[in-house]
């Protein structure tokens, strides 16, 4: 699949004509997290329309679709709900105080966000490991999956039931002919857009045959909303009045905002790199990080709930040929365009159609190379990749890329831990030399103690750490407490190969190691502890 997708070549064709199948598939999906959140439907179609346009246009990759997300849907349920408790306890005359909340908390959330633009953390990003990516990518096509399952259920007296009989036959005939184009069409021509020609085709089928299905219409009125239609975005004037500004308000959305621009970050720069495997190109972490927390801003000013990167809408955006910020753009104002236009439009396409592309997502973006190579490579990693997997299923994206890297660094530790060794040498002189081999570092310092044999070493000993990295200042104060022993013990050591980093620390712990500490004209030079400014 993503061979398919690396052969296209940017063009504003195919970045508009992508930007709309784009457009017509985050209708139902921000509908669908707005519902979740417990919002009007205009509320998550805003937050589309506003953070897809503002991130396409000033964001760090281009051709990446940002959109209302589930990931942030589930924690604004919560949210709004303990909002409009505080507003009934204050007895306050605005209905829906926790839609005002939801507004303060986003405009939190994306001032955080901008700090960690800012501040340069977007580029950490990077070090995450690739089990982890891997996890990342099959746990967010299993719920992909999963969600779109929820299209073959329908309503019946408030109660949701499966689809059964020909109504099912209907539904799943008309998802597999969404499929069947989307693989089929471009082998015969790549001119027309797969997608939208789908979209198309399966709406015509539905109106001809005048079939009884879901559609994008009946979906949002099933959930209790009115209708696609609504007016431009207005600027939320009574945030300002009606939510009380005090220290006793931020403590209420502080841990929501910091949840929600945790989650936000995350998502959208592990499927930034995703794009950039897919099209082989790189974006800019940090400047993507400023454009999230602007869009954030703006959209929470005019009655959206916030947002984050879409990994489905951007696949579906470069699986249509959509590379630059153009399809983005076209996408957002293509959806503004369907809510004050378009409505009566768009309501005819079958929820069946917008299935079948999810679904093609699912394919495109699980990584099944990884079914192949799990027996395969290190039992630690597929633990991870495993782990990772199932946690976004169970739990959410922020959960499951934090417990990944804590086991990623846990593992590399143990590993590294066990890796230091240090070959004894006796000189003619009689001096002993250990030569260290292998990092020296908080998780191997107890490893390290355990090779000198201090009893029955002689009187005089060298330390060589020619082949041996001291990572940390746990590292330091081994070598210290190693010095101090041999001292106690009346036998002179001395230490060699330690790099200017090393001896200067160890130097200003205590003015002894000058005479210590031996100078060659090859010791090694790197900091103790990495200046993070080194990654840039």
């Known amino acids: 699949m993503f061979e398919l997708i690396r052969r296209r070549t940017s063009s504003m064709k195919n970045d508009i004509t992508s930007g709309i199948t784009?457009?017509?598939?985050?209708?139902?999906?921000?509908?669908?997290?707005?519902?979740?959140?417990?919002?009007?439907?205009?509320?998550?179609?805003?937050?589309?329309?506003?953070?897809?346009?503002?991130?396409?246009?000033?964001?760090?990759?281009?051709?990446?679709?940002?959109?209302?997300?589930?990931a942030l849907a589930v924690v604004m349920v919560s949210l709004v709900k303990e909002g409009n408790a505080l507003g009934m306890a204050m007895e306050h005359p605005v209905a829906e105080m926790g839609l005002q909340y939801l507004f303060a908390t986003v405009i939190l959330m994306g001032i955080i966000q901008m700090a960690a633009g800012a501040f340069k953390l977007g580029k950490f990003i990077r070090l995450i490991p690739h089990p982890v990516m891997l996890g990342f990518v099959n746990g967010l096509a299993i719920v992909i999956f999963l969600?779109?399952?929820?299209?073959?259920?329908?309503?019946?007296?408030?109660?949701?039931?499966?689809?059964?009989?020909?109504?099912?036959?209907?539904?799943?005939?008309?998802?597999?002919?969404?499929?069947?184009?989307?693989?089929?069409?471009?082998?015969?021509?790549?001119?027309i857009p797969a997608a939208l020609t789908a979209i198309l085709v399966v709406t015509l089928l539905t109106l001809s045959l005048d079939l009884d299905v879901a559609t994008v219409g009946s979906f949002i009125r099933d959930g209790g909303g009115e209708g696609l239609k609504g007016g431009l975005p207005l600027f939320q004037t009574q945030l300002f009045s009606t939510i009380p500004w005090t220290m006793d308000t931020l403590t209420f959305i502080f841990p929501y905002a910091f949840i929600l621009a945790g989650i936000g970050i995350i998502e959208s720069l592990l499927t930034l790199n995703l794009l950039d495997e897919i099209t082989e190109?790189?974006?800019?972490?940090?400047?993507?990080?400023?454009?999230?927390?602007?869009?954030?801003?703006?959209?929470?000013?005019?009655?959206?709930?916030?947002?984050?990167?879409?990994?489905?809408?951007?696949?579906?955006?470069?699986?249509?040929?959509?590379?630059?910020?153009l399809s983005g753009i076209t996408a957002a104002l293509s959806l503004l365009g369907f809510i004050l236009f378009g409505s009566a439009y768009i309501e005819l396409v079958p929820i069946a159609a917008l299935t079948g592309i999810m679904f093609m997502v699912v394919i495109g973006t699980f990584a099944w190379s990884s079914l192949r190579i799990i027996f395969k490579i290190p039992k630690s990693d597929a633990l991870v990749l495993i782990s990772v997997s199932v946690l976004t299923v169970m739990f959410d994206l922020a959960v499951a890329v934090f417990a990944g890297i804590i086991m990623s660094a846990?593992?590399?530790?143990?590993?590294?831990?066990?890796?230091?060794?240090?070959?004894?040498?006796?000189?003619?002189?009689?001096?002993?030399?250990?030569?260290?081999?292998?990092?020296?570092?908080?998780?191997?310092?107890?490893?390290?103690?355990?090779?000198?044999?201090?009893?029955?070493?002689?009187?005089?000993?060298?330390?060589?750490?020619?082949?041996?990295?001291?990572?940390?200042?746990?590292?330091?104060?081994?070598?210290?407490?190693?010095?101090?022993?041999?001292?106690?013990?009346?036998?002179?050591?001395?230490?060699?190969?330690?790099?200017?980093?090393?001896?200067?620390?160890?130097?200003?712990?205590?003015?002894?190691?000058?005479?210590?500490?031996?100078?060659?004209?090859?010791?090694?030079?790197?900091?103790?502890?990495?200046?993070?400014?080194?990654?840039?």
Not at 298 to 316: D, H, K, N, P
Not at 467 to 486: L, M, P, Q, T
């Open 22 to 70: 784009v457009a017509l598939a985050l209708v139902p999906e921000a509908v669908a997290f707005s519902f979740v959140a417990g919002v009007d439907p205009l509320v998550g179609l805003y937050a589309a329309f506003i953070v897809g346009l503002i991130t396409a246009t000033f964001g760090g990759r281009p051709g990446m679709i940002s959109g209302a997300t589930g």
């Open 147 to 191: 969600s779109q399952l929820s299209m073959f259920k329908t309503m019946d007296a408030g109660i949701s039931h499966w689809l059964q009989g020909p109504e099912f036959i209907t539904m799943a005939g008309l998802v597999m002919a969404t499929m069947a184009i989307m693989v089929f069409l471009p082998k015969i021509t790549r001119k």
């Open 281 to 325: 190109s790189r974006g800019n972490s940090n400047r993507e990080c400023m454009a999230q927390g602007a869009a954030n801003i703006v959209t929470a000013l005019f009655g959206g709930m916030g947002g984050c990167a879409m990994i489905g809408q951007s696949i579906i955006n470069v699986n249509a040929g959509g590379r630059g910020r």
């Open 410 to 536: 846990l593992v590399f530790s143990w590993e590294n831990a066990l890796r230091i060794r240090a070959r004894k040498i006796l000189k003619e002189d009689g001096t002993k030399v250990y030569e260290i081999w292998g990092p020296l570092f908080f998780g191997s310092t107890k490893m390290f103690v355990s090779k000198f044999d201090i009893k029955g070493d002689p009187n005089r000993v060298e330390i060589d750490f020619a082949e041996s990295r001291v990572s940390d200042y746990s590292g330091i104060e081994a070598i210290s407490g190693i010095v101090e022993k041999y001292e106690r013990a009346g036998k002179q050591v001395k230490l060699k190969r330690l790099s200017i980093d090393c001896k200067k620390l160890l130097n200003k712990a205590d003015a002894k190691y000058t005479a210590i500490i031996l100078e060659t004209a090859d010791d090694p030079f790197y900091h103790v502890v990495a200046d993070p400014n080194s990654f840039d």
